[in-house]
């Protein structure tokens, strides 16, 4: 299932991961603290933050979970 808490973001074209984590930061506060270690794919890649999305890309993010 998808999530419906921010299910789609209009971005301006050439924007990267990192302007999109930059949008979300603003949209939700508390994903500002742990933005440099969340891990982002999209679709079912891994990619850097320079990453350039594209119309219909998906994006997932993987914060950081502690666990022992």
């Given at each position: 299932?998808?999530?419906?808490?921010?299910?789609?973001?209009?971005?301006?074209?050439?924007s990267?991961?990192?302007?999109?984590?930059?949008?979300?930061?603003?949209?939700?506060p508390?994903?500002?603290?742990?933005?440099?270690?969340?891990?982002?794919?999209?679709?079912?890649?891994?990619?850097?933050?320079?990453?350039?999305?594209?119309?219909?890309?998906?994006?997932?993010?993987?914060?950081?979970?502690?666990?022992?």
């Amino acid at each position: 299932p998808r999530s419906t808490l921010f299910p789609y973001t209009t971005l301006f074209r050439s924007s990267t991961l990192e302007g999109l984590l930059n949008q979300l930061a603003i949209r939700f506060p508390k994903l500002a603290p742990v933005r440099k270690s969340t891990l982002i794919a999209v679709g079912v890649d891994y990619q850097d933050r320079s990453y350039v999305l594209l119309a219909g890309d998906e994006v997932s993010l993987f914060p950081p979970v502690q666990g022992g």
